[in-house]
């Protein structure tokens, strides 16, 4: 790329928008050039506006930005979306109406019908949507989702699957305290001990996962006829999202059927080598002890989802388990990739 596209972030100052600051530091084609945050932050430098909660100091090229209001006028085109959830709805939707292409980490547009909620491995023919959405809204911009953290580490060790027939699906999470954002859960609820409530969120696995691994049908998404049942968990993990998930399938198969589609599995990402796509996106570790979050969580940059222990399950038809870094691949990392694709696809032309 001659030219680096500018980007900012909506949400720049709060936890998810220091994921993007950090991610985005010396990306190939996106220059940070914008942040924008609340009233309380919002004419103020970077480094006085966001108390920074990642390694290191604030990174020095985004220090000294004046912070602006979540107001289009100012902006670059392509804005990250990391406000919080309260105020995500009138911001995203003020940014698209006035021609801004928001790649969005909140959950407030994801389930709308003409939202695409991608995951660019998986649904990449999802961006169909966007000028069903932009007919339907009378908007010269677009808003794109990416799922929630739990969500993308369990539809990535499906995918590979999905040629089986997917038909049921129990997913069971451990689920890092990263997730929770700053300050999150109280350390006294949360150390040496398990938390099995997480609100909202087996509901959002639920149906995200239902949307995702759907299929375009006309101009829009069928959700995929499977059952899902999920059961989320606090667990005393820093980064890394743990889901144990048993499957049905409606194709007979043998576990190194199982074995060969994870090992197998590539999609348009990595055809197009898009910047921030990990070489093979789903990696199947054989040793029986792994995938474990404190080993496995940084590599491939925290963008590929760690599969292992597939076996027979009893009551469904295979288990095993996923991993995957819930702030990377779960937020910043993979609203990025998504950004990619769409600059491969020519949206951001
Ligand atoms: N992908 C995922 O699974 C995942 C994971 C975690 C979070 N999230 C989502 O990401 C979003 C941010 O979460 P977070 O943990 O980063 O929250 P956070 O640390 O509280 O940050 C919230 C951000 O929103 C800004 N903001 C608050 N009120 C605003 C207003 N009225 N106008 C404009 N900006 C405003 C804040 O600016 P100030 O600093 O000026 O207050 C801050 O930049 C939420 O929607 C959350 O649901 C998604």
Redesign the pocket.
């Known amino acids: 790329m001659e030219r680096k596209i500018q980007v900012g972030i ?9 994921h993007f600051v950090k991610f985005l530091q010396n990306h190939p084609w996106f220059e940070l050039t914008w942040l ?7 004419g103020k430098k970077y480094r006085e ?2 108390q920074w909660h990642l390694g290191g100091e604030t990174p020095a090229s985004v220090a000294d930005i004046v ?1 602006d ?2 107001k289009p006028g100012n902006a670059p085109k392509l804005v990250f ?8 709805t009138e ?1 995203e939707q003020a940014f698209a109406k006035a021609g801004h292409v928001v790649v969005s ?4 547009h994801r389930m709308e019908l003409d939202v695409p909620l991608l995951v660019p491995e998986i649904n990449p023919d999802h961006l169909k949507l966007v000028p069903v959405q932009q007919r339907n809204r009378g908007w010269k911009g677009i808003i794109v989702t ?7 580490v369990l539809t990535m060790g499906l995918a590979p699957l999905k040629p089986f027939g997917i038909t049921k699906v129990i997913a069971t999470t451990m689920q890092a305290i990263s ?4 300050p999150g859960v109280p350390s006294m609820d949360i150390l040496g001990n398990v938390i099995p409530y997480i609100g909202g969120e087996e509901e959002k696995m639920e149906q995200e996962t239902q949307k995702i691994l759907g299929d375009m049908h006309g101009e829009r998404v069928r959700d995929l006829a499977a059952a899902v049942s999920a059961h989320c968990n606090r667990v005393p993990v820093v980064d890394g999202h743990t889901v144990t998930v048993s499957v049905a399938l409606s194709t007979a198969l043998a576990e190194a059927d199982l074995l060969r589609a994870f090992e197998l599995y590539t999609s348009v990402p990595q055809e197009r080598k898009l910047p921030s796509a990990p070489p093979a996106p789903v990696i199947y570790m054989a040793q029986s002890n792994r995938p474990q979050p404190r080993k496995d969580v940084e590599r491939e940059h925290g963008m590929a989802v760690f599969v292992g222990r597939v076996r027979p399950c009893p009551v469904l038809d295979f288990k095993f388990v996923a991993m995957g870094h ?2 990377v691949r ?2 910043a990392g ?1 609203a990025v990739l998504n950004a990619e694709l769409m600059v491969s696809e020519g949206l951001l032309a």
Do not use: F, H, K, W
């Not at 909506?10 to 220091?18: A, D, P, S, W």
């Not at 990416?146 to 993308?152: D, E, G, K, L, R």
């Not at 997730?179 to 700053?182: I, K, L, P, S, V």
């Open positions: 909506l949400g720049g100052t709060g936890m998810v928008g220091q924008g945050a609340s009233d309380r932050s919002a506006a966001a912070v209001e979540c979306s990391a406000t919080d959830a309260s105020v995500a911001i980490n909140s959950r407030n990416n799922p929630n953290c739990s969500t993308v997730g929770a954002g700053y819930n702030t779960g937020a993979a």
